[in-house]
């Protein structure tokens, strides 16, 4: 059994192996621990606390355990040498700011079985340039609040594969409509380099939110015959959009 905070605040330790059988249940257990480069996990961990590796800059690998089904708040936040997180299938959330402000983080994927992901998720990965939202019949709930950022906001993506509807909910579980939402989930509008974005919607999307899109730089989209609503601004700032192609019979409701 390892409790809260057990080894928070250790500048000299470097390397952590546990055996299966210890139960690490709650979060900040190598909080600002920031020599630490390779953790080996329990394999019968089933969620990651809040904390657990914040601000471990150092931290270049970490396996998560299959058997985990929950991210809490901030596991991994600040941890800048982090260049690959592989979330396992079973995991059903990802909580506010887990993986924010990781700045080497390259590509992540996010398993259908993921059904919550919290506001700032992925926010301020500098490095980030593939997104991979599993594909699911099931919509994916994006917790969040009016005046937050979008969750890979200030991430320079160039690849965005999207096969799931999204759907926004407050902090009280109640649903945003197209009307009073104003924060894109890939919204990239402080990267304008040179690189070209390609976006994939496919048929299990039905809305393309408002912002949603705004200041990626793809040069054309294909809006599947599955979306039947385009919010305001969608692709507000696509500076260097040329084509778009509407599939469907009938255009979206914009």
């Known amino acids: 059994y390892v409790g809260e905070g057990a080894f928070s605040l250790c500048p000299l330790l470097t390397t952590v192996v546990f055996p299966d059988s210890v139960e690490m249940p709650y979060g900040r257990v190598f909080y600002r621990s920031n020599a630490i480069t390779h953790v080996t996990l329990p394999s019968g961990m089933t969620s990651i606390g809040p904390g657990m590796f914040y601000n471990n800059f150092q931290l270049q690998e970490i396996v998560i355990p299959k058997g985990v089904n929950r991210i809490y708040e901030f596991a991994f936040f600040c941890c800048s040498s982090l260049k690959e997180v592989v979330i396992p299938d079973g995991v059903t959330l990802l909580d506010e700011f887990v993986l924010a402000d990781c700045t080497s983080l390259e590509h992540v994927t996010i398993p259908a079985s993921v059904t919550s992901i ?120 696509c500076r260097v959009l040329t084509h778009v192609t509407c599939e469907g019979p009938t255009a979206p409701t914009l």
């Not at 099931?138 to 917790?143: F, L």
């Not at 969040?144 to 009280?172: C, H, M």
């Not at 390609?198 to 393309?208: E, H």
């Open 118 to 237: 919290g506001n700032d998720a992925f926010t301020d990965c500098d490095a980030l340039h593939t997104v991979n939202i599993e594909s699911s019949t099931n919509p994916i709930k994006i917790h969040t609040q009016t005046g937050d950022w979008g969750t890979f906001y200030d991430s320079p993506l160039s690849t965005i594969k999207l096969d799931r509807e999204v759907n926004y909910v407050n902090a009280a579980g109640s649903a945003f409509t197209l009307d009073d939402w104003d924060e894109g989930v890939f919204a990239n509008e402080e990267y304008n380099g040179d690189f070209t974005a390609t976006v994939t919607l496919g048929s299990n999307v039905k809305t393309i939110w408002p912002y949603m899109f705004s200041g990626v730089r793809m040069q054309n989209v294909t809006i599947p015959a599955s979306v039947t609503s385009i919010g305001k601004e969608a692709f507000y700032d």
